[in-house]
T-cell receptor
């Protein structure tokens, strides 16, 4: 167990709906990165939050947005869901933005869009 | 578009053999490389990191890096059935704080 938790575990939505996924970072970690992992693919970087500010973004449209709270937990919001958004969404927390050796993934949220 | 390429497998090896997993990357400026293991239905867990050319050993695992050839590999000695998983190669992007992952190689260790 890494100490990183995500909720919910599974989620089913329909096209056009909006979804919010949550991540609690490991104690002492101030950085959260979000990844999307489609079936049979590696994780793709969505964005990173460091001390409540977005600190880098991948090639995802603006309907993917996020927040980080003062306790360093984080949310990923996806608007206007599309079928291709069906994936495992992973958050990873780390001690700081560059400490990849201490970056730990949560168990993920499996999102299905119908 | 920065890319990380892996053979999807499956790579099948008998128990006790050496499993060799390979990865190539396109960003010549990359400096940090990681291997993750992902069991089916689980999240990735970090196995090894490597930053310098050559070999780095940790228990049964050895990571090898050749920056000139833009090539990273992972050797697993004395493979066990519990090593059966997908192995993801990841490269730290230059210019942004993100990892680019390959699509993974599925390893099957036959008892």
């Amino acid at each position: 167990e890494t100490g990183v938790t995500q909720s919910p575990t599974h989620l089913i939505k329909t096209r056009g709906q909006q979804v919010t996924l949550r991540c609690s970072s490991q104690s002492g970690h101030n950085t959260v990165s979000w990844y999307q992992q489609a079936l049979g693919q590696g994780p793709q970087f969505i964005f990173q939050y460091y001390r409540e500010e977005e600190n880098g973004r991948g090639n995802f449209p603006p309907r993917f947005s996020g927040l980080q709270f003062p306790n360093y937990s984080s949310e990923l919001n996806v608007n206007a869901l599309e079928l291709d958004d069906s994936a495992l969404y992973l958050c990873a927390s780390s001690l700081n933005p560059d400490s990849y050796n201490e970056q730990f993934f949560g168990p993920g949220t499996r999102l299905t869009v119908l | 578009q920065k890319e990380v390429e892996q053979n999807s497998g499956p790579l099948s090896v008998p128990e006790g053999a050496i499993a060799s997993l390979n990865c190539t990357y396109s960003d010549r400026g990359s400096q940090s490389f990681f291997w993750y293991r992902q069991y089916s239905g689980k999240s990735p867990e970090l196995i090894m990191s490597i930053y310098s050319n050559g070999d780095k050993e940790d228990g049964r695992f050895t990571a090898q890096l050749n920056k000139a050839s833009q090539y990273v590999s992972l050797l697993i000695r004395d493979s066990q059935p519990s090593d059966s998983a997908t192995y993801l190669c990841a490269v730290r992007d230059t210019g942004r704080r993100a990892l680019t992952f390959g699509s993974g190689t599925r390893l099957q260790v036959q008892p």
